[in-house]
């Protein structure tokens, strides 16, 4: 399975785009990048997903690097609601499993 | 359409004692998932169906079992509860995984303690 490496925790300011990284070196040709969000204890929100083009739709923008090997998840401009967990998975094997790591504790301020 | 709901939302258990949680979801979904996650940890799967009457063992599945007698339906039993199995229980679902690209869809969790 692909794993995913990101950064543990990010600060963003309100109204500011939030970039977060995402790594995937040995991620398959035909394996997608799937983001994930957990806002406190809830259940995980699906946000995007991606294969090789980037991919925008009304919550973030996918911008996945030409050799595949990385992505990065923007919210164009974050607000305190967006301050969660963020995973960076790459969905792989025949049941499609999505496994998570810790992701990226994105914390929004004022 | 609820989504997919989780029965029930909280539960306490003395150790030793059993107890199913239930997953329904409506969406028609072929797959369906169960995960656990601990403070601080990202979520580790425990067992997954790919369809009605099959299951199968994810990351962590021991001192659990699953069955899946109706699609709709992904039961998670506990025989013995033991102090290590106090986490939150997510259920998933998802179609068929030859639309690799579809997206998974998560209950709001149950989250389990033992004592």
């Known amino acids: 399975d692909a794993k995913t490496t990101q950064p543990p925790s990010m600060d963003c300011a309100e109204g500011r785009a939030a970039n977060l990284p995402c790594n995937h070196s040995?991620?398959?040709?035909?394996?997608?990048v799937y983001w994930y969000r957990q806002i406190h204890s809830q259940g995980p929100q699906y946000i995007i997903h991606?294969?090789?083009n980037n991919e925008t739709n009304e919550m973030a923008s996918l911008i996945i690097t030409e050799d595949r090997k990385s992505s990065t998840l923007i919210l164009p401009h974050a607000t305190l609601r967006d301050t969660a967990v963020y995973y960076c998975?790459?969905?792989?094997?025949?049941?499609?499993?999505?496994?998570f790591g810790t992701g990226t504790r994105l914390q929004v301020t004022l | 359409n609820a989504g997919v709901t989780q029965t029930p939302k909280f539960r306490v258990l003395k150790t030793g004692q059993s107890m199913t949680l239930l997953c329904a979801q409506d969406?028609?979904?072929?797959?369906m998932y169960w995960y656990r996650q601990d403070p601080g940890m990202g979520l580790r799967l425990i067992h997954y169906?790919?369809?009605?009457?099959?299951?199968a063992k994810g990351e962590v599945p021991d001192g659990y079992n699953v069955s899946r007698l109706k699609k709709q339906n992904f039961l998670l039993g506990l025989e013995s509860a033991a102090p290590s199995q106090t986490s939150v229980y997510f259920c998933?679902?998802?179609?068929?995984?030859?639309?690799?690209?579809?997206?998974?869809?998560f209950g709001q969790g149950t989250r389990l303690t033992v004592v």
């Open positions: 998933a679902s998802s179609y068929s995984p030859g639309l690799r690209n579809t997206e998974a869809f």
């Open positions: 040995t991620i398959s040709g035909n394996e997608y």
């Open positions: 991606g294969l090789k």
């Open positions: 998975i790459v969905r792989t094997g025949t049941a499609s499993k999505l496994t």
């Open positions: 969406m028609n979904h072929e797959y």
């Open positions: 169906s790919v369809g009605e009457g099959t299951t």
